[in-house]
């Protein structure tokens, strides 16, 4: 699958709209492959993907049944995500980089479509995209329900004016919680139970920035108007109140610098262990 990969992100010259196009194309065919192998799962697999025309279609079914509920059935709530999918095209392109992410961070992960169909991490990210859109046009009470249903369903409570970039991964995603005004930017990887928060009842600007490149270790909390920055790790468990330089790792209650990440972009590797960058560190040194 890499090569396929690289044809869809790796070249600037394809436009957007032929990329997905040539994403759906793929992810028919593993549809197709799993249908066929696996009889028990034939009618969910077509109603998810192979009676679509396209993603976008298939992404707001998938995502509009996982968050109905018993008064706000799966139709009217698929009005909103097609609606924002077709005045909003990159919430689109992100969804595609969101899951091209998955597929090259975690060694769970061997085809396109199981991060669409199963993971919740991914299927949170997108419900939260479409809450930010309703946010960002005055729809606020609809948001907040969007807010609320995600947070039932998935275990992850996103504000709906937080903003995140495209290339995201939630890894396991349960427990994860991120404030209004909190700041996650392209090309970042999350693990469960990571909290974005604040530190008090203060208003206006009071929540993390999390820059490119971050890898932050699960049950790390990261509070108050603060800067993780590019290219950093936050070791798992850790309590972060103050910024992070950039390329650096942090670990402890409170978090400290304890060396550097041995690659540029923490996301991509997942590589966790932050006794191997305390080696870094003393290299340096």
Same mark, same amino acid.
């Given at each position: 699958m890499a090569p396929f990969r690289y044809a869809i992100?790796?070249?600037?010259?394809?436009?957007?709209?032929?990329?997905?196009?040539?994403?759906?194309?793929?992810?028919?065919?593993?549809a197709k492959t799993i249908a066929d192998n696996e009889p028990l799962l034939a009618s969910y697999i077509h109603a998810c993907i192979l009676t679509h025309h396209n993603f976008e279609s298939s992404l707001s079914f998938i995502l509009s049944n996982k968050v109905a509920d018993d008064v706000m059935p799966a139709l009217a709530i698929r009005e909103v995500l097609d609606e924002a999918y077709l005045l909003e095209p990159q919430i689109t392109e992100s969804a595609i980089e969101d899951i091209e992410a998955i597929h090259r961070r975690d060694a769970a992960v061997e085809d396109w479509l199981t991060p669409? $169909?199963?993971?919740?991490?991914? @299927?949170?990210? @997108?419900?939260?995209?479409?809450?930010?859109?309703?946010w960002n046009k005055g729809r606020?009470?609809?948001?907040?329900?969007?807010?609320?249903?995600?947070?039932?369903?998935?275990?992850?409570d996103i504000h709906p004016a937080a903003r995140i970039g495209k290339g995201v991964m939630f890894d396991h995603a349960t427990g994860i919680v991120v404030g209004e005004t909190a700041v996650i930017e392209d090309h970042?990887? $999350?693990? @469960?139970?990571?909290?974005?928060?604040?530190?008090?009842h203060q208003s206006g600007d009071r929540h993390p920035k999390v820059r490119q490149g971050v890898l932050?270790?699960?049950g790390a909390k990261i509070l108050g108007n603060i800067e993780v920055g590019e290219g950093s790790k936050v070791g798992a468990?850790?309590?972060? $109140?103050s910024d992070v330089p950039p390329h650096t790792t942090v670990v402890g209650v409170p978090a400290k610098v304890v060396g550097r990440p041995t690659c540029p972009r923490p996301c991509d590797s997942m590589r966790q262990n932050v006794l191997e960058d305390n080696g870094q560190l003393q290299q340096g040194n």
């Open positions: 992100f790796g070249s600037k010259a394809m436009q957007a709209n032929s990329a997905t196009t040539d994403f759906w194309h793929v992810l028919k065919q593993e669409l $169909l199963y993971f919740k991490g991914f @299927q949170a990210v @997108q419900i939260h995209r479409i809450a930010h859109y309703l606020r009470q609809l948001a907040l329900f969007l807010q609320s249903r995600n947070s039932v369903t998935f275990g992850v970042v990887s $999350l693990l @469960q139970s990571v909290t974005l928060g604040g530190t008090g932050v270790g699960a468990g850790s309590v972060v $109140l």
